[in-house]
């Protein structure tokens, strides 16, 4: 309307465009006043455009290649885990995620990821980890046949003992894994517990991976994990190290202190 006004004053009239009278100005005014809905609402609209973010890390060639080639390397047997550090907010994640989801596609792996937050992991040890374990049971649940199956509850029971129990109380998904017989319960006649734990978490993963596609692990914010999981973590490494197992950490340098648990498992 007041385009219209100024376009008439002007003398610029572009025929229907522009008010030939006053009481076609009246009209329009009256009709904003009592009917506004005319002139806010029941237009039509085009859709509302979306934005569509790509599936690309820019600038990040050279950190991408050397991921790959590490990759390659524990193909070959050379290499089973990597460190992405660097500070807050500059990419580490998205550069693994973005990576190591592209290796696991095109090499038909299992990609599991879970994080460290800095408010739990000391109230809930090993919760991360147990996160871990759930979702590759979830998957060799899925996928496999029940000859299959069968095949890793035995080795599983072979392999934790008369300590299932315990493990199935940390990881209540390996149920589906174990006999029915098994029920969870905490340690009993057991010298140390914690030792024992990463053991038993460390034969588990063993099996697993033995019955699996390619697996390639994904921890991030690795320097808020508690000293039980950094533990496990390394005995994991260690106990698959022949396994096809890959291991991506992520981490930030500025919050490691020298004298801290993680920069000693470091």
């Keep these: 309307l007041v385009k219209n006004l100024l376009d008439c004053s002007s003398g610029d009239f572009r025929g229907d465009e522009s008010y030939s009278s006053l009481s076609d100005l009246q009209f329009d005014l009256q009709l904003m006043m009592g009917d506004p809905s005319r002139f806010v609402n029941d237009v039509p609209a085009d859709p509302v455009p979306t934005l569509k973010i790509c599936d690309k890390c820019y600038g990040r060639e050279v950190e991408i290649t050397q991921l790959v080639k590490a990759h390659r390397k524990h193909v070959n047997g050379e290499c089973n885990a990597v460190l992405i550090s660097g500070g807050a907010g500059v990419g580490k994640s998205q550069l693994a995620l973005h990576c ?5 596609s095109s090499s038909n792996s299992y990609f599991l990821h879970a994080k460290f937050d800095q408010s739990t992991s000391q109230l809930r040890p090993l919760s991360t980890i147990g996160r871990i374990f759930g979702s590759l049971c979830e998957s060799l649940v899925k996928d496999s046949s029940q000859a299959d199956l069968e095949a890793i509850s035995s080795e599983l029971v072979g392999a934790l003992g008369s300590q299932s129990g315990a493990l199935v109380a940390l990881l209540p998904s390996l149920t589906r894994l174990l006999p029915s017989s098994v029920q969870a319960e905490t340690f009993s006649d057991c ?26 692990l994904l921890l991030d914010d690795i320097q808020w994990a508690d000293s039980s999981s950094l533990l496990v973590i390394g005995n994991m490494i260690s106990s698959v190290a022949a396994k ?4 991506a950490f992520c981490y930030r340098d500025e919050e490691v202190s020298e004298n801290g648990p993680f920069n000693a498992w470091l």
Excluded: W
């Excluded at 030792?195 to 699996?212: D, I, N």
């Design 100 to 104: 190591l989801n592209h290796i696991a």
């Design 191 to 216: 010298i140390n517990s914690s030792l024992s734990m990463r053991y038993l978490l460390g034969e588990a993963l063993k099996v697993l991976s033995s019955h699996s596609r390619p697996i390639m």
């Design 244 to 247: 096809p197992v890959f291991f």
